[in-house]
């Protein structure tokens, strides 16, 4: 790798049209160190389909506005996507049908 400025940088990888490489190389880039962004609360419900705000509950003794967010990352962590769950449900009901209605012939 080289250094600009101090920094580490790593060349980008180009690829014309055609699918073929490149033979020049793209600018310089700076590499920074990985870092990983934890999801909110808020991008956790919306993940599980759940309202916003849905987790954010009275927490000892605490209006629903000051609960921290541990004990919503754990009501997430233990919960099951709300439309995932409708679809095995509606799919349990559908071969029920099918089963009584052959059961009934």
Same mark, same amino acid.
């Not at 233990?78 to 769950?85: E, L, Y």
């Not at 449900?89 to 009584?100: H, K, L, S, T």
């Given at each position: 790798?080289?250094?600009?400025?101090?920094?580490?940088?790593?060349?980008?990888?180009?690829?014309?049209?055609?699918?073929?490489?490149?033979?020049?190389?793209?600018?310089?880039?700076?590499?920074?160190?990985?870092? =990983?962004? %934890?999801?909110?609360? !808020?991008?956790?419900? *919306?993940?599980? /389909?759940?309202?916003?705000?849905?987790? &954010?509950?009275?927490?000892?003794?605490?209006?629903?506005?000051?609960?921290?967010?541990?004990?919503?990352?754990?009501?997430?962590?233990?919960?099951?996507?709300?439309? =995932?769950? %409708?679809?095995?449900? !509606?799919?349990?009901? *559908?071969?029920? /049908?099918?089963?009584?209605?052959?059961? &009934?012939?």
């Amino acid at each position: 790798m080289a250094t600009l400025d101090g920094l580490e940088t790593a060349r980008t990888l180009t690829r014309r049209y055609d699918g073929s490489p490149c033979h020049d190389r793209g600018p310089d880039v700076v590499a920074f160190a990985h870092a =990983v962004r %934890r999801l909110t609360p !808020e991008e956790c419900e *919306a993940l599980q /389909a759940f309202p916003r705000g849905y987790t &954010a509950i009275p927490w000892r003794k605490k209006p629903a506005d000051q609960c921290p967010d541990g004990p919503r990352y754990k009501a997430l962590g233990n919960s099951m996507n709300t439309r =995932v769950m %409708r679809w095995i449900g !509606e799919r349990i009901a *559908a071969v029920e /049908a099918i089963i009584n209605k052959d059961e &009934a012939a």
